[in-house]
C-alpha cells in the first residue's frame, strides 16, 4: 500500500481545490487555503483541514511539509513563497504547479536554497476535468523531494492503461529534471496545444464557410458540424481530447453564439517562441497560432469562437469582459 502523505494547497481555483478531491480520493490528508474563505469551507466539509492564514497552514501541515502553489504565474507566486517560506524549516518542499516561467524557477530555488527549503516545478495538465481524468505532471527541481513526494504524484496522475515495466510517465507523472525543468517540458506542451487548437478551428472554420453564397451552387455544403465532430472522433487519426471538447462544443452551439472569439494568451505560448528563438528552431505553427490569437482581439472569426470554445472546455477560461 502506498505511503498516505499530508500535502497543503495554496490556491483553489479551477484546478487546485480538486486536485486536493483527488489526493483524498486516493486516502491522503489536504491542508488548504486561499482568499476566498467560501472555497476553504468547501474542501472543509469534504474532510480537508481548513487555513484561514498562511500561519495557520504552516501550524496545520506536518514537518517536514509539503506546500503546493497553485496561483497564476509571475508576482503571485512570488506573493505565496514570501508568506510561506519564513516559516518553514530546513527540508520541508514548496510546490509551484502553476504555468509559471522556467526561468524564474531558477531564481525561486536559488534563494530558497539559502535557506534550507527545496524547490520542486511541477508542470500540470488536466485542467477542469482533472478531478476524473487525471492530471499529467512534469516535474523539475530537487530530485530528492520529488522521489519522497511519488505517492502524491502517483495520485494526482491518471494512471497507467496498461504495464509500465514500472516507468512512472505510463503513469502520468515523469522527474524532467534540474530546476526549471517541469515548466520548460509544460511550456513547450502548451506551446503545441497552441498549434493544435489553431489547426482544429481554421478546419472547422472551413467546414463553416463551405455554405458561403459566393461559392457555386454545385459545391456550396451546408454541412451539419457537430456530427462532423462527432464521426471524427471514431477511430480518425485527428481524434484527440481536443477534439472531444470541440465537438462538445458544436453539440451544445453550433454557431458558437455564447463566444465572441476574443482569444487570450496565458503566456506559455509565448515563451515557447522565445525558446525556439533562443536556441535557433523554426517553430512556424506555434509562433503563427499565437499571433492568430493576437489578431482576434481586433477582428473575430469562426475559427477563433472555436478557439475561445476549446479554451473555455479545458480550462474553464472565460473571455474577457469587455469583449461581451
Same mark, same amino acid.
Given at each position: 500500500m502506498a ?11 479551477r ?12 486516502g ?5 487555503q ?5 472555497r476553504?469551507?468547501a474542501?472543509a466539509?469534504?474532510?480537508a483541514?481548513?487555513?484561514a492564514s498562511?500561519?495557520e497552514?504552516?501550524?496545520r501541515t ?5 506546500? !503546493? ?6 508576482a ?8 510561506v517560506?519564513?516559516r518553514?524549516s ?5 510546490i509551484d504547479g502553476g504555468? $509559471?516561467y522556467?526561468k524564474?524557477?531558477v531564481?525561486?530555488a536559488q534563494? @530558497?536554497?539559502?535557506r534550507?527549503?527545496?524547490? @520542486?516545478?511541477?508542470?500540470t495538465?488536466g485542467?477542469v @476535468?482533472?478531478l476524473?481524468?487525471g492530471y499529467s505532471l ?6 530528492e523531494a520529488?522521489?519522497?513526494?511519488s ?8 494512471g497507467a492503461a496498461e504495464?509500465t ?14 530546476v526549471g525543468?517541469?515548466h ?8 503545441i496545444e497552441y498549434g493544435?487548437?489553431?489547426a ?11 455554405r $458561403?453564397?459566393?461559392l457555386?451552387?454545385?459545391?456550396r455544403?451546408? @454541412?451539419?458540424?457537430?456530427?462532423v465532430a462527432?464521426? !471524427?472522433?471514431r477511430?480518425?487519426?485527428?481524434? $484527440?481530447f ?6 462538445a ?10 463566444? *465572441?472569439?476574443f482569444v487570450?494568451?496565458s503566456?506559455?505560448?509565448? !515563451?515557447?517562441?522565445?525558446a525556439a528563438?533562443?536556441?535557433?528552431v523554426p517553430?512556424?505553427?506555434i509562433?503563427?497560432s ?8 481586433k477582428?473575430h *472569426?469562426?475559427a477563433?469562437?472555436?478557439?475561445s470554445?476549446?479554451?473555455?472546455g479545458?480550462g474553464g477560461?472565460v473571455?474577457?469582459?469587455? *469583449?461581451r
Open positions: 505511503e498516505v502523505m499530508q500535502l497543503a494547497m495554496v490556491g483553489l481555483g484546478m487546485g481545490a480538486n486536485m486536493v478531491r483527488r489526493l483524498m480520493r486516493g491522503h490528508s489536504g491542508v488548504v486561499a482568499r476566498d474563505p467560501e476553504i469551507r474542501l466539509a469534504e474532510g483541514t481548513p487555513a498562511p500561519e497552514l504552516i501550524a506536518a514537518a517536514p511539509r509539503a506546500i !503546493w502553489l497553485m496561483v497564476p504565474a509571475g503571485p507566486v512570488d506573493e505565496a513563497i514570501g508568506s517560506a519564513g518553514l530546513q527540508g520541508d518542499v514548496i504555468n $509559471s522556467f524564474d524557477d531564481r525561486r534563494a @530558497l536554497s539559502a534550507g527549503i527545496r524547490f @520542486l516545478d511541477v508542470g495538465s485542467g @476535468l482533472g476524473d481524468r512534469m516535474i523539475g527541481g530537487d530530485g520529488a522521489q519522497r513526494l505517492p502524491i504524484f502517483e495520485a494526482l496522475a491518471p504495464k515495466n514500472g516507468r512512472t510517465a505510463s503513469r502520468g507523472y515523469l522527474y524532467c529534471g534540474p525543468a517541469g520548460f517540458v509544460k511550456m513547450v506542451h502548451n506551446g493544435l487548437m489553431q482544429y478551428a481554421e478546419g472547422f472554420d472551413i467546414l463553416k464557410q463551405a $458561403s453564397e459566393t457555386p451552387p454545385e459545391i455544403y451546408d @454541412l451539419p458540424m457537430a456530427d462527432e464521426v !471524427w472522433r477511430g480518425s487519426v485527428i481524434s $484527440s481536443l477534439l472531444d471538447l470541440a465537438a462544443a458544436l453539440a451544445g452551439d453550433p454557431d458558437l453564439g455564447q463566444y *465572441t472569439g487570450e494568451d503566456g506559455e505560448g509565448r !515563451w515557447t517562441v522565445i528563438i533562443e536556441e535557433a517553430a512556424e505553427v509562433s503563427a499565437l499571433l492568430a490569437r493576437f489578431r482576434s482581439r477582428t *472569426t469562426f477563433e469562437k472555436m478557439l470554445a476549446l479554451r473555455h479545458f477560461h473571455e474577457h469582459p469587455t *469583449t
